[in-house]
């Protein structure tokens, strides 16, 4: 079941605090951090936030998934092959875990998984 937008909210609310904490404690910790130490260390709590993010627009994307997926390359609609598959898929800003419906046309053979992103021949491949 996804989460409402406000349930959403709250938990980055929730993550982005604890995000400032630790940036904050950091600065208490570290004795005269020279830049790239700082740079580090920003990067790092970036990436975090980044992945909490990019995992909540996923979420938000799924609750507004169209009913009938059409292949993309004849328009007939798309079955469902499997029930929804939970995994993690690397990205740009980092590790996000993926819960989407995997869709398929028999007649060109080729698969979306998530909805929006083409897939040639065989299982589940996303890049
Ligand atoms: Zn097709």
Known sequence: MPRTRA???AE??????????AMLHWTEQTEAPDLTAIEDQVLTLR??????????AVERQATAAPLTVRCPQCGRPMHQKKK??????ESRVG???LKRAYYY???CQVGLFPPGLAIAGGGPRVE
């Open 47 to 56: 990436q975090q936030f980044g992945e909490k993010l990019a995992e909540a």
């Open 95 to 97: 590790e996000i875990p």
């Open 84 to 89: 929804r598959q939970r995994r993690r898929v």
């Open 12 to 21: 980055l609310q929730v993550e982005a605090e604890r995000l400032i904490e």
């Open 7 to 9: 349930e959403l909210k």
């Open 105 to 107: 046309c028999d007649h």
